[in-house]
C-alpha cells in the first residue's frame, strides 16, 4: 500500500463527528474478523460504514447481529427481497434513522 493509500485509509476509518455513545475504536485496535469485513467494505463502498464503525467494539455482538441480519434479508421469506428492503427502508424513516 503506498503513502497516499495509508492516508486515505486512514482518513475514511476515523469519524469527523461524533456518530456514537459507543466507542470508536482506532483501526489497528480492530478483531481480525472486523478489519477483514472493513476492507471487504472499502472495496465495495469506497469506505467502511458508520454501522462497523459504532459495533466494532463489541465484535461478537456485530458479527452475529449481521449474521441475523443476512438471515432476516436474504433468508427463506414469503416476501421478496426487495419487499423486505421497502419494509427496512420504511421502518427506518420512521425512527429517523440515517442509515
Known amino acids: 500500500m503506498n503513502a497516499k493509500e495509508q492516508v486515505n485509509k486512514a482518513s ?10 459507543f466507542p470508536v475504536l ?12 472493513v476492507e471487504k467494505q472499502r472495496e465495495k463502498l469506497g469506505a467502511p460504514n458508520n454501522v462497523v464503525r459504532t459495533h466494532a467494539w463489541r465484535p461478537e455482538l456485530m458479527l452475529r447481529w449481521l449474521d441475523f441480519y443476512e438471515f432476516i434479508s436474504k433468508g427463506p421469506s414469503g416476501l421478496s427481497r426487495v419487499e423486505r428492503e421497502m419494509i427496512g427502508v420504511a421502518v427506518s424513516a420512521e425512527n429517523r434513522c440515517v442509515f
Open 12 to 21: 475514511d476509518w476515523t469519524p469527523t463527528e461524533r456518530i456514537s455513545w
Open 26 to 37: 482506532d483501526e489497528e485496535d480492530l478483531d481480525p474478523r472486523v478489519k477483514e469485513l
